[in-house]
């Protein structure tokens, strides 16, 4: 079956520590996308590629990075200069193109907490 | 700066009730706007709504758009414990832009 799968489910960090969140997907997507779901704040973008080996900025980039070395992957790593990483993160697909058609397809999501 | 706007935020309603939740935009370049239903992790699709398609019905769910005034409703009827979820609503504009979701609407449905 096609889908989009993000790992862990669950993440703990430590202060001051890297960690990186997969997301993968076998829908032969163009586009990947990953949003920062807080508590009463809906989805915010953190960022965004339409094809491979290129990526942008979202709303709230600064403590991020992300790659696409694949058309099937982009991983998220959240740097300890993101002040305030607990949150719920969402990683969505798309055809390039097809907003209009299809919209995304969303992972189930990783939950991070600091500890 | 493109925005999406619900309300209310969050709702509690009764079996059975009917209830209606909102969505208003400031797009440039509007193309559609899609509802999603959020209950514990992955949002999934319900409507999209575009110039060619202003009015959408799946069984108790409906939604319509109104392109002049720049909003969008989601209406509900007869409420099932099982509508309890966050609803959220995205805009989506020309070209391959991302997105915009609103804040999402919280609804409970209580026995």
């Known amino acids: 079956d096609g889908g989009i799968t993000q790992s862990p489910k669950y993440l703990f960090r430590k202060e001051g520590q890297n960690v990186t969140l997969s997301c993968e997907q076998n829908l032969n997507h163009d586009a990947m996308y990953w949003y920062r779901q807080d508590p009463g704040q809906g989805l915010r973008l953190i960022y965004y590629s339409q094809i491979v080996n290129d990526f942008q900025k979202g709303d709230i980039a600064e403590g991020y990075s992300v790659s696409r070395e694949k058309k099937e992957s982009f991983p998220l790593t959240v740097t300890s200069a993101q002040k305030n990483p607990t949150a719920f993160y969402l990683c969505?697909?798309?055809?390039?193109?097809?907003?209009?058609?299809?919209?995304?397809?969303f992972g189930s999501g990783t939950r991070l907490t600091v500890v | 700066e493109d925005k999406v706007v619900q309300s209310p935020l969050s709702l509690v309603v009764h079996e059975g009730d009917t209830v209606t939740l909102n969505c208003s935009y400031e797009v440039t370049n509007f193309r559609s706007l899609l509802w999603y239903k959020q209950e514990k992790k992955a949002p999934t699709f319900l409507f999209m709504l575009t110039s060619s398609g202003i009015e959408k019905k799946s069984g108790r769910l409906s939604s319509i758009l109104d392109k002049k005034e720049l909003f969008s409703i989601l209406n509900i009827t007869a409420t099932q414990t099982g509508d309890s979820a966050i609803y959220l609503c995205?805009?989506?504009?020309?070209?391959?832009?991302?997105?915009?979701f609103g804040k999402g609407t919280r609804l409970s449905v209580i026995a």
């Open positions: 995205a805009v989506g504009s020309s070209g391959n832009t991302p997105l915009v």
């Open positions: 969505a697909s798309s055809m390039r193109g097809g907003l209009l058609y299809y919209g995304y397809t």
